[in-house]
């Protein structure tokens, strides 16, 4: 009894001894991290919520990488607002239609600053028709884009992430997503898609301290509601309890928050709208 005791004690001042270095050492990685910027990479983010949540982002203190697939002036007029608040930006052309495209980018990421603490997957594109209309093309467009494309950007993210055993993931999707709409049958399925594809990986990478969830924007100002022919403008306005259109800003303002803020470390696999009320 004597000796198991004595063991005993030997093993718990061993413990006590090594607690403390253990404990600097968690500290200085703690210390390297905090001085170290987040990188948040924002796919879609040379116009309109993209460009809201990029520019956020910034304000927030991230570094933040400016996606864009067609528009490289807007995407470094964004670029430029980001370094004027502080931050760093660096802007990267490529289609997340396009899984080599998507791959190079996370490359270039990479190489440039080692790693991606915030993904968001943003991007996205429409071709509207009946069911019955639609061409082959414009569903597997949509598709590619939408969800494919939020597929290959997680997976590159997640190799990272998982690594660092740390990071967050906001995927914009869409109340059609949730309630369907007319003529939007390829829209609807991508972003349904995208939901199901948001609570597997919160699923599977909770036990690694990554976190992902989605925000489903209703209408939200932008160059499309502004096309909107007033006499079915009314209509719409009309089933959004709230009266009026979503501004950018307040589905940048949620990105944020789940993208950033420690208050947020708890909530993963959900789904939050940002509607006016629309959809309930």
């Known amino acids: 009894m004597q000796a198991l ?6 093993t718990r001042g061993v413990r006590l001894m090594s607690a403390p270095r253990l404990m600097s ?7 390297r991290a905090a001085d170290e910027k987040p990188v948040a ?13 990029a520019l956020e982002l910034a304000k927030q203190g991230s570094r933040v990488v400016v996606n864009y697939a067609g528009n490289k002036q807007a995407a470094e007029e964004v670029a430029q607002k980001v370094t004027e608040q502080g931050s760093e930006a660096m802007v990267v052309g490529a289609s997340v239609g396009k899984r080599d495209e998507i791959d190079r980018m996370f490359k270039e990421v990479t190489d440039k600053w080692g790693r991606v603490d915030v993904l968001v997957n943003n991007a996205g594109i429409t071709r509207d028709t009946l069911i019955m209309r639609m061409k082959p093309e414009q569903w597997q467009d949509v598709i590619d884009t939408n969800l494919t494309g939020v ?4 997976q590159n993210a997640l190799k990272m992430m998982g690594k660092q055993k740390s990071g967050r993931i906001v995927n914009v999707t869409s109340v059609v997503g949730l309630a369907g709409n007319a003529g939007q049958a390829n829209y609807s399925a991508s972003k349904a898609g995208v939901i199901g ?4 990986v919160a699923r599977e990478y909770s036990g690694r301290s990554i976190t992902c969830n989605a925000i489903a924007p209703g209408f939200i100002a932008s160059d499309m509601t502004a096309a909107i022919d007033k006499k079915y403008e009314e209509m719409i306005l009309k089933g959004i309890p709230l009266g009026r259109y979503g501004q950018p800003e307040e589905v940048a303002g949620l990105v944020r928050f789940l993208a950033t803020d420690p208050a947020a470390a708890y909530i993963t696999g959900q789904v939050i709208n940002v509607d006016g009320g629309m959809v309930m």
């Open 41 to 53: 990479l924002v796919t879609g983010s040379s116009r309109g919520i993209g460009k809201a949540i």
């Open 151 to 154: 597929f290959y950007c997680t």
């Open 25 to 31: 050492r968690r500290m200085a990685v703690s210390v």
């Open 197 to 200: 594809l948001t609570k597997t």
């Open 5 to 10: 005791n004595a063991s005993s004690k030997l």
